[in-house]
């Protein structure tokens, strides 16, 4: 459900620096407790002084590293394009904005260099840039044993979500991956469509009452974040919270740490974990960390008990085992608690914490943003709105109720070709990072070295004109099954691909399906009184919220 979306501050942080910062951090440390001793024997200045000196050799160690770094990569990554840069040092820092200009940009890069090119960001960061699906379809299908999650973005997320299946690697991210996905089976997925009808059931009612009161104008991100939220704790916890009417600590807690997150990533020296920890924002993350952590663990520990209480005797058979174990398994805790290796071994409380606190901050603003442009872009396109609402209404007359089924969602053609034709325009995830401990081979013979970052332009590729013409309209018969034929695998990547795609696609397509259709059944959208400006954070939001105008539908006669 989530890749991260990198923006330049995220980019000054590399596996090498965040040693040389953490031995940094360590020094400083050292020395000011050494300050402290040595206060009653010294001078203030001559104390002063030598704080001062040991700063200023770290420094200087830590500018040699960075140089030296520089200057290999520059030499290694000659094969491929370098745009212009204002200097050698510098390079293209200050370049790459996360706003609409920024977007823009990254357009005029697509169409000079077609399909990937070197990116430098001062001294600290060098880079190659892929936006073609022939270049980052050997990435991206590379073994996970030579793929690394990089620490750009994602070491902000340590704290919060620990070594979950989003920031593990190797063997560990392995074992977690095969742990997981039963989890994400069909047969899992179909009981969570009631709840899906449900929670949008009570976003529309909720919608009802503001039109009645002349409030016929919502911003779509705010309203259904907390839909996706409130989906997700029931899917997660089975945990009604009632967020779409009342807030809670919880929820709060998770929205404010996806907003510090943001904040940290614009502030260069909040991405020093040794001042970050000691700023007021940095408190504010430990304490909705706290917050989070705590309503996890203590689900956790509750239903462990519970599983333990009730479960059944050994005499029965692997079979009836199976028909019980799903019957009861109705969430994902139950699953992940469940769930065993090939030798048996299952997830401690803390992984199970871990994977449960990523699926929640994963699949929440991802899907949120998702339905969000969608019903955008058909607001845009009101025959393609009405043709959606006449599938859905055909789908579901002579029902007795509006509910989607499991099974519905296979007959909802032209309404999936429209969310994928969202999902391409508008992409929830920019782009994700990667890093590889082999030397790398893309076509034309260049070769990508070892510990480079890799930066898979998502954007790039759903909007390169030599892979799809006239890139920025929005026509949702390109994913006809005819118009589809002889297109690359890797030319529609809103969920990545590869060993280390999405492991959440499936149920955030079948959420999206579901609130899709019942809102068009029961509304219709048109655009709203401001110029939409695209704003690419950690999902790719608008400027000022997405403003759409809502006018209730009547049901339609039988």
Known sequence: MRGIKPKESDLLRSSKMGVVDAVLGNLLDAVLRAGHLLSPLLSLSVLLQLTALVLLLLLLLRVSCLLWSHAQFNRRLSCFSKPPTQSWLMGHLGEMRS??????????????????????????????????????KPLLLASASITVKDELFYGFLRPWLGQSIL??????????????????????????????????DVMHAKWRRLVANGESCLDMFSQISMLTLDSLLKCTFSYNSNCQENSSEYIAAILELSNLIIDRRGRILHH?????????????????????????????QERREQLLHRREPESHT???????????????????????????????DEDVKAEADTFM??????????????????????????????????????????????????????????????LRLHSPVSAVTRRYTEDMNVPGGRVIPKGSICLLSIYGIHHNPEVWPDPDVYNPMRFDPENSKGRSSHAFIPFSSGPRNCIGQKFAMAEMRVVVALTLRRFRLTSGPEKVRRLPQVVLGAEGGLQLQLETLDPPQE
Not at 275 to 290: H, I, L, N, Q, S
């Open 99 to 136: 706003t609409e200009e920024g977007l823009q940009a990254v357009d005029r890069l697509v169409r000079t260099y077609k399909h990937s090119c070197s990116w430098f960001l001062g001294p600290f960061y060098s880079l190659v840039r892929l936006f073609h699906p022939d270049y980052v």
């Open 167 to 200: 920031l593990s690697n190797g063997e560990e991210w392995s074992r977690r991956r095969r742990l997981l996905t039963p989890a994400f089976h069909f047969d899992i997925l179909r009981n969570y469509i009631k709840i899906f009808n449900h929670s949008s």
């Open 272 to 300: 020093w974990d040794w001042w970050y920890w000691r700023t007021p924002e940095g408190r504010r993350f430990k304490r909705a960390c706290d917050i989070v952590h705590g309503f996890t663990r203590t689900v956790v």
């Open 318 to 348: 692997e079979k009836r085992d199976e028909e019980e174990k799903k019957k009861k398994v109705v969430d994902f805790i139950d699953l992940l608690l469940l769930s065993k290796d090939e030798e048996g071994q299952g997830l401690s």
């Open 361 to 422: 901050f994963a699949g929440h603003d991802t899907t949120a943003s998702g339905i969000s442009w969608v019903l955008y872009n058909l607001s845009q396109n009101q025959d393609y709105q009405d043709r959606c609402r006449a599938e859905v209404n055909d789908l579901l007359q002579d029902r007795q109720t509006e509910d989607i089924e499991w099974d519905d969602l296979n007959n909802l053609p032209f309404t999936t070709m429209c969310i994928k034709e969202s």
